[in-house]
């Protein structure tokens, strides 16, 4: 025990314990001065954030915020990890995905950092026959190897398996996955798919290959299609158990069948919630495995979102993975797989590769992340979050099951109901800049230079729709792209800023930015009539609007002006819109490219 000199830097020891109370008093100046008049727990919920599901988040934990007892890494419920040791052995297993045949690629990333390989196979990835070709080199014994090939799986699992043999792979020594999900494929595609097959591979697996599962309970295609934390935490309970009762139904026993299986889930920019959404997943699957009479973790392969993934700017998409990367690695993700940075305009380049690649080694060598077990564990915030989360995601799993199970409920279309209802609530958030998108949404870059990739492969479709963040904001941008192709200029709108630079340089800076993210150029040189836009926009203070805005308004309006927007609130004369933080920035620019005749 290492005792700490009087060196006169003791902690803390200057000031006098502080109440929550005391707290809550500071809370409410603060409020009044906000011109509300709240007190006491009032003032804390002033503060309190609503997210989906129904989580709210405070803005002060203390210690009589307490949760469920989480246990101990290793051991149930695990929602400190599933292995007592975390991952201080070597870091979490860093698996890539690949989906072309790109020469060196596969091996380029098992040299670099990559530890497993993830092969998306038939429809919307590799050929099924070039699987020899795609694993060329590669040590079999030592990388695993995870395959998701949707209606193929039979065919690609029997390749992959016909590899090893002919490799002299031992049984024992094989790892990996061969991907079957037939609910998450009905999923994708609207296509239901006979079970027995991969019932057999199941039992195959289980009696000779020790270190091969059959399954994956992807809970991607609800994340993809606009699900909340909790639905997609819901949806991959309920396929669990669907999956559990066919095993057990084929033969295999409950610890058999259960060991069949890894989970699959999104990691966002929201790192507090894939912190927190991972700890529920393993908490919800082990009383699902304790009822059912099984034991052990659940284990986690974790994707960062494709949904947060933009197309515009796309470099921040590395800032964003990092993010996410973090966040799975303190939630106690076993395998990440970072989606490189062009992930959404084609097939990523040798350099994203690496930059994914190095997003994880960063985090594991030089952050050290993975030498604390349970980065998260005591904090009363991510604990208090964790259990509503998991409460929320074990509701919407029993409404589920309530309805009769996964497959029925996907073939009903409530589940794509319920996430599309979800969606259009956040849609909402995102055309109002509530949820804003850094690059998109917030600061972009009308002159950047467009970053080209090759086409990658139509993944599978028919069922549940693929959203992303950028949709809306996309389309605006893509009607600003082909203007400036058909015209050779972008459309412009006019800043008519009003009295000093410290009166108007706020209010101009957000019109700027509102209109660039949807294609629309700001002009702020000059008079108006020189600008070539057609609609103005007056920046500057509430005390010079109340002076000069309806003035100023009727001067751009004999100067051609078709239409007057306000950056601000308030009631003047000759002003058809106001544009403000909060209001709908879509309708707001879709409707100003409809009158600029941009199609």
Sequence with gaps: MTVLPDDGLSLAAEFPDATHEQWQRLVEGVLRKSGKEVSGAAAEDALSTTLEDGLRTRPLYTARDAAPDPGLPGFAPYVR??????????????????????????????????????????????????????????????????????????????????????KGVAPEAVRGNLG????????????????APYAALAARCAERYPGLRALTVDALPYHEAGGSAAQELGASLATGVAYLRELTEAGLSVEQAAGQLEFRYAATADQFLTVAKLRAARRLWARVAEVCGAQGAQVQHVVTSPVMMTRRDPWVNMLRTTIATLAA?????????????DHALGLPDAFSRRIARNTSTILIEESHLARVIDPAGGSWYVEQLTDQLARAAWEFFRTIERDGGQAPVLRSGRLRTDLATTWAERSKKLAKRREPITGVSEF??????????ERAPEPPSGGLPRVRRDEAYEE????????????????RIFLATLGPAAAYTARATFAANLFQAGGIEPV????????????????????????????????????????????????????????????????????????????
């Excluded at 860093?94 to 072309?100: G, K, L, N």
């Excluded at 079957?180 to 079970?195: C, I, K, Q, Y």
């Excluded at 893509?478 to 972008?490: I, K």
């Excluded at 007056?538 to 051609?560: F, I, K, N, T, V």
Aim: net charge negative; with cysteine.
């Design 476 to 491: 605006l941008r893509a009607r600003s792209d082909a203007h400036l192709a058909a015209t050779g200029a972008r459309p």
């Design 444 to 453: 972009p870059l009308l002159t950047e230079k467009p970053v080209e990739r």
């Design 524 to 599: 702020t040189e000059g008079t108006f009539e020189d600008s070539g836009a057609t609609e103005a926009v007056l920046c500057s203070s509430d005390a010079l609007y109340a002076e000069q805005a309806e003035q100023a308004a009727a001067s751009l309006r004999a100067a051609g002006a078709r239409q007057v927007f306000l950056a601000g609130r308030g009631e003047y004369a000759g002003i058809d819109r106001y544009v403000f933080a909060g209001c709908d920035a879509v309708d707001v620019l879709s409707a100003t490219l409809d009158r600029m005749g941009v199609s």
């Design 81 to 166: 990890g599933s292995r007592p040791e975390g991952s201080t052995a070597g870091g979490w297993d860093v698996r890539q995905r690949h989906t072309a045949l790109a020469d060196g690629a596969v091996l380029a990333d098992l040299e670099n950092g990559g530890t497993s390989l993830w092969l998306v196979l038939g429809e919307g990835g590799l050929p099924v026959d070039g699987l020899g070709r795609a694993l060329e080199g590669v040590y079999l014994d030592l990388a695993p190897v995870v395959l998701d090939a949707g209606r193929d799986t039979e065919r690609a699992a029997e390749a992959l398996l016909r590899l090893y043999a002919d």
């Design 329 to 341: 690695g303190v939630g106690g993700a076993d395998s990440v797989t970072v989606l490189p940075f």
């Design 180 to 195: 079957g999900d037939p609910l998450g494929h009905e999923a994708r595609t609207g296509t239901p798919l006979d079970f």
